[in-house]
């Protein structure tokens, strides 16, 4: 079965770094396109990449040139690196694929960006 699973998330100061990792199975991993979403509290959850299978990649405007969103084929596992966080990029954080219509979700990892 599809398994998505997050990791990288934590707590960071504004300006810091992370990069957020998401190891899949289940599927063949080169296939689809694969996303990273968000959601903050009491927020829509929203799309922040995506990266085709070509590495074409999109970004919601406020993270571009920030955040990168890269995969490695070989490990199975897609990456956000997130750079010059701010405290509005504070949510949590889900790996995202669609296979056949149907979207599979991570759990989620939190970042918080706060001083």
């Known amino acids: 079965q599809v398994q998505l699973v997050e990791s990288g998330g934590g707590l960071v100061q504004p300006g810091g770094s992370l990069r957020l990792s998401c190891v899949a199975s289940?599927?063949?991993?080169?296939?689809?396109?694969m996303s990273w979403y968000r959601q903050a509290p009491g927020k829509e959850r929203e799309l922040v990449a995506v990266t085709s299978t070509g590495d074409i990649t999109k970004y919601l405007d406020s993270v571009k040139g920030r955040f990168t969103i890269s995969r490695d084929n070989a490990k199975n596992t897609l990456y956000l690196q997130m750079n010059s966080l701010k405290p509005d990029d504070t949510a949590v954080y889900y790996c995202?694929?669609?296979?056949?219509?149907?979207?599979?979700w991570g759990r989620g990892t939190q970042v918080t960006v706060s001083s």
């Open positions: 289940g599927y063949t991993f080169t296939t689809y396109a």
């Open positions: 995202n694929v669609q296979i056949w219509g149907r979207a599979y």
